[in-house]
Nanobody, 119 residues
Framework: QVQLVESGGGLVQAGGSLRLTCQASGSIFRIGAMGWYRQAPGKQRELVAVITSDSSTNYADSVKGRFTLSRDNAKNTVYLQMNSLKPEDTAVYYC?????????????WGQGTQVTVSS
């Protein structure tokens, strides 16, 4: 079993920055792609950014140029640096990770962390 622990959310003014951290722990064999999704009230959960095990990244168009996703494989941790935040970035942000063992691949979610951007 793998647990994802998120941190770094909070309240910030528009134009400000936050850094989210997600660390995987537990009975880890091989962590694959990791990423962040977000869900605003009344909206569906959407992809924010994803990073593969060899650090290739993909971003939602709405965050390109403002957010940067990186990872530390030795720590099974990903970091989402969010700059130039906008009120429309307000949402609960969820960490996601693929985990592979000899039994196959499973996907895990964190508990979510609130990001609120005030105008």
């Amino acid at each position: 079993q793998v647990q994802l622990v998120e941190s770094g959310g909070g309240l910030v003014q528009a134009g400000g920055s936050l850094r989210l951290t997600c660390q995987a722990s537990g009975s880890i064999f091989r962590i694959g792609a990791m990423g962040w999704y977000r869900q605003a009230p009344g909206k569906q959960r959407e992809l924010v950014a994803v990073i593969t095990s060899d650090s290739s990244t993909n971003y939602a168009d709405s965050v390109k140029g403002r957010f940067t996703l990186s990872r530390d494989n030795a720590k099974n941790t990903v970091y989402l640096q969010m700059n130039s935040l906008k009120p429309e970035d307000t949402a609960v942000y969820y960490c996601n990770a693929d985990h592979t063992t000899w039994r196959g691949r499973n996907n895990y979610w964190g508990q979510g962390t609130q990001v609120t951007v005030s105008s």
